[in-house]
T-cell receptor, first 111, second 114 residues
Framework: DAKTTQPNSMESNEEEPVHLPCNHS???????IHWYRQLPSQGPEYVIH???SNVNNRMASLAIAEDRKSSTLILHRATLRDAAVYYC????????????FGKGTSLLVTP | DTGVSQDPRHKITKRGQNVTFRCDPI?????LYWYRQTLGQGPEFLTY????????KSRLLSDRFSAERPKGSFSTLEIQRTEQGDSAMYLC????????????FGNGTRLTVT
């Protein structure tokens, strides 16, 4: 399985943009890039996914490098409620949908 | 949409005992997943069902673990002869069919084996 690499932790000030990086140099042509986050004491929550083009939704934006070897999750204005562990995961849905979460990036948001 | 519900939220058991957890998925969802999460780690895939059929099992799912989803609705995960290494958060998720359907997770059952 193709793996992802994320920083262990990041810190941001409230109301500022946050850029969470993810490296996936061994990504295959059929792998989608998925982002989930996990708030304290809760199960993971879907954030966004994409294949090649940049994607936007109400929660975040996903910027994908042209060579697809890296991507960045963008939170446009961080709030205290965005403090969570963010997971970048590759998956293509073949033979099931067994997403393999890594350790993710723990985001700290300070007022 | 009441979300994915898991019961119990916490379970403390003694080594060697059997435990069973229940998951009620979002009613319209065909797929149901079980994950395990230990402290400081991300969730690890255990198994998934499409309707009542168990389609994939991880190597992590030893012979002491069994999961069922009768009638394609709720699911149970049973651990027999629990060991201290089984202590973890057990997460259930559900989704629609489709390889890109987002997973909706419950808040998990925390198991402590003493």
């Amino acid at each position: 399985d193709a793996k992802t690499t994320q920083p262990n932790s990041m810190e941001s000030n409230e109301e500022e943009p946050v850029h969470l990086p993810c490296n996936h140099s061994t990504i295959s042509g059929t792998d989608y890039i998925h982002w989930y986050r996990q708030l304290p004491s809760q199960g993971p929550e879907y954030v966004i996914h994409g294949l090649t083009s940049n994607v936007n939704n109400r929660m975040a934006s996903l910027a994908i490098a042209e060579d697809r070897k890296s991507s960045t999750l963008i939170l446009h204005r961080a709030t205290l409620r965005d403090a969570a562990v963010y997971y970048c995961i590759l998956g293509n849905g073949n033979s099931g949908y067994a997403l393999n979460f890594g350790k993710g990036t723990s985001l700290l948001v300070t007022p | 949409d009441t979300g994915v519900s898991q019961d119990p939220r916490h379970k403390i058991t003694k080594r060697g005992q059997n435990v069973t957890f229940r998951c009620d998925p979002i009613s319209e969802h065909n797929r149901l997943y079980w994950y395990r999460q230990t402290l400081g780690q991300g969730p690890e895939f255990l198994t998934y069902f499409q309707n009542e059929a168990q389609l994939e099992k991880s190597r992590l799912l030893s012979d002491r673990f069994s999961a069922e989803r009768p009638k394609g609705s709720f699911s149970t995960l049973e651990i027999q002869r629990t060991e201290q290494g089984d202590s973890a958060m057990y997460l259930c998720a559900s989704s629609f069919l489709g390889s890109l359907a987002p997973l909706h997770f419950g808040n998990g059952t925390r198991l402590t084996v003493t």
